[in-house]
């Protein structure tokens, strides 16, 4: 009997092993929101959605990871020197946890304005740049993130 138990907790073991969706480490709730405009109102947008989404599921006692992609003209939303919403996107991060928000910017686009202005292009800190953007929400959808395009 005792053996049959020891078999029996080991096999829950794995089997909890094997079911366990990480959730501490991975919340069940994705999302990715794509900014590909260079309009206020649209980033004003994404980033209340974002917030909004976090506070939704905060309340439900719930974590959930929120992204935002910033390329082609959106990038100026993550940009240092031309964002008109980087006080916003700094209180944001501030306020976010135990969610998480992050921020990521195509380099593909980042290197076209470079080019383009003859100067490096500096971003705001903490933004993650991807080596392609749509590349990125591709891959994310394919990991079973939700997509939002404001």
Known sequence: MRRFLRHLVAAAGLLLAFTSNGSAAEPKHRLVIQVDQNDRSTMDFALTNATDVIGYYRGMNQAVVVEIMACGPGLHM?????????????????????????????????????????????????????????????????????????
């Not at 928000?101 to 705001?124: R, V, W, Y």
């Not at 591709?138 to 993130?145: F, H, K, R, V, Y």
């Open 78 to 150: 993550l940009r240092e020197d031309t964002s008109p919403v980087k006080e916003r996107i700094k209180r944001i991060r501030e306020k976010a946890s135990p969610s998480k928000i992050q921020f990521s910017a195509c380099n593909n686009t980042k290197l076209d304005m470079e080019k383009k202005e003859g100067h490096p292009l500096q971003m705001l800190p903490g933004t993650t740049v991807v080596p392609l953007g749509v590349v990125r929400l591709m891959e994310l959808q394919e990991q079973g993130w939700s997509y939002v395009r404001p």
